[in-house]
């Protein structure tokens, strides 16, 4: 018998039915809590004594955001520059020593960061180190004030536990399946478009790429002329020639995802050559959920179309799934975009387009449970990198003021004490 699982099992049902997000619900919980203060003052004191021989002090603050030390940066493949640098931003601005890790499997970019880089930084400062999983695994032993890694959730789960050994604090920002919902009132060309360019960019080896689309039968008759026209118009008759569309990355992710093709079956698309490592733009239809290409992040040129009845089933089969890493919405009514941003969870969000919301410098980028955790970009990266220091500064003089909070605890001293914390709300300049 679990002792604490009804409870458990009570509390995410509430939170699921939504009831919790309210503005006014929040409002009153946080009244609550403060009734609970004042009308049990004299239990929680009687309490307090008991346990500790104390009450609770509050006092003002200021925050001084400092480098963490060393940080370790480890990036994937998919987009080898940026993904190394971005995070180095934050990082250097932040004011820490880093371990920059690229990624062995994008070589060429590997080598350049490796022996071109450093010549611009302050090397008593910044390292790039090489290495596959087993040196990652090895580097990963010794103790670091920061990690920050992007990658694939299975690795993000190795480097977490690696940290977790030396207590070193993580961002994660990891992949997923991101859903895409269609509404049925959309202009089929404008939603193919904009799902077309998203997902087939940089052959859809992408984090925030639509990973599937989810819409009604009727919408997917319309979808599908539509995604053919604008793959045609992006890349040509001949999608293999067009110097836009780029190839997969390596022969172990070619066979990988030639075979997610072999799944529901193929609409759009669906030629490959593996000298080239091509993989054609393709649509999936009759898709069955259980099916690998809805169980695994795709990362290539794939989209595949599931149906859906309504966008309750909609937004019940994202709830049902890992909270994904962004999320995408179509409809001609702010309502309907309102509701599913409203009833789901992901790291980010972008009603009507694909990934525009990552590239706002003034919003926070980052995954949220399977995800990823923490967050990066702009400002954002500053403070990730930096340890937020709580701190307070104290005059030495006006010790008799301050004599107040000293025991023993008479009635007098503690109605002044009591007077000047309801003087100022959040905090109390006496303790
Ligand atoms: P990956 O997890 O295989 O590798 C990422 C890094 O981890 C590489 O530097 C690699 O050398 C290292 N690594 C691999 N195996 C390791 C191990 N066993 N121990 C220690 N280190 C190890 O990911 P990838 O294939 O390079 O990139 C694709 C994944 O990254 C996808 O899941 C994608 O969604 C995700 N991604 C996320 C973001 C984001 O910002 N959230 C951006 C790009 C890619």
């Known amino acids: 018998m679990d002792p604490f699982a009804d409870t458990l099992q009570r509390l995410r049902e509430a939170f699921d039915s939504g009831c919790t997000r309210p503005a006014e619900f929040r409002a009153a919980q946080l009244k609550g809590l403060s009734r609970f203060l004042q009308e049990n003052k ?5 309490a307090l ?21 060393l940080v370790l940066v480890i990036a994937p493949w998919n987009y080898p520059l940026n993904l190394s640098l971005e995070p180095l931003v934050g990082a250097l601005a932040a004011g820490n020593c880093v371990v920059l890790k690229p990624s062995e499997v994008s070589k060429s970019t590997e080598k350049v960061l490796a022996e071109v880089l450093p010549r611009y930084l302050d090397q008593s400062c910044f390292a790039v180190v090489l290495g596959g999983p087993q040196e990652t695994g090895q580097l990963l032993e ?57 997902r087939y960019f940089n052959s859809g080896q992408t984090c925030v790429a639509p990973d599937y689309i989810l819409c009604s039968p009727e919408m997917q008759a319309r979808l599908l002329p539509a995604l053919q026209s604008a793959i045609t118009r992006f890349y040509g008759e001949d999608p293999q020639s067009s110097p836009d569309l780029g190839r997969i990355i390596s022969e172990k992710n070619f066979q990988r995802l030639r075979g997610l093709l072999s799944c529901g079956h193929v609409a759009i698309g669906g030629q490959t050559d593996e000298s080239d490592r091509y993989i054609a733009p393709t649509v999936l239809v009759g898709v069955q959920e259980t099916e690998p290409v809805m169980q695994e992040e795709i990362f290539g040129p794939i989209l595949p179309i599931m149906n ?3 966008l309750d089933e909609a937004v019940e089969f994202i709830r049902r799934r890992e909270k994904p890493l962004a999320l995408y919405a179509f409809s001609n009514s702010s309502q309907v975009v309102k509701r599913v941003l409203a009833q789901t969870s992901s790291g980010g969000f972008c ?79 006496l303790l």
Request: net charge positive; hydrophobic share 40%; glycine share 8%.
């Open 42 to 46: 004299q239990l929680l004191q009687e």
């Open 351 to 429: 009603g009507n387009d694909g990934f525009m919301h990552m590239t706002v410098a003034s919003l926070p980028f980052g995954g949220v449970g399977a995800s990823g955790m923490g967050s990066y970009h702009g400002k954002f990266s500053f403070d990730t990198f930096s340890h937020h220091r709580a701190c307070l500064l104290r005059r030495p003089g006006l010790e008799k003021v301050y004599a107040l909070r000293y025991p023993p605890h008479t009635p007098r001293n503690l109605r002044v004490l009591l007077a000047a914390m309801e003087t100022r709300s959040c905090s109390c300049a």
């Open 49 to 69: 004594a008991q346990d500790l021989h104390k009450a609770t002090q509050l006092d003002s603050a200021f925050i001084r955001k400092e480098p963490f030390g």
């Open 308 to 310: 859906v009845r309504s």
């Open 142 to 198: 010794h103790k670091f004030d920061y990690i920050f890694f992007t990658g694939s959730p299975r690795v993000g789960k190795i480097v977490m536990a690696a940290a977790a050994k030396h207590l070193t604090p993580v961002t994660l920002e990891l992949g997923g399946k991101n859903p895409c919902y269609v509404d049925d009132n959309c202009d089929p060309q404008t939603v193919a478009n904009r799902v077309a360019f998203f």
